[in-house]
């Protein structure tokens, strides 16, 4: 059982982890996107792959990136 203190900090710190996603996963899947475009790749479903795959790892970063701010 968690007390109310704990609970607080954890919803803080999740608060925080959203606001750092839509941050971090923008440049992450733009990096991708650049890249796939950059090796010469201009169809769809790579461009569509570099994004999904940025935004996806961007999760665990901003989570991380959260950690270590609070």
Do not use: F, K
Request: proline share 3%.
């Amino acid at each position: 059982m968690t007390c109310g203190h704990e609970n607080i900090q954890g919803i803080a710190r999740m608060r925080l982890m959203m606001v750092l996603y839509s941050m971090i996963a923008t440049a992450m899947a733009g990096s991708g996107v650049i890249a796939v475009l950059t090796m010469g790749y201009a169809t769809l479903w790579p461009i569509l792959a570099a994004a999904v795959v940025g935004a996806v790892l961007a999760l665990p970063v901003s989570w991380a990136v959260a950690r270590e701010i609070s």
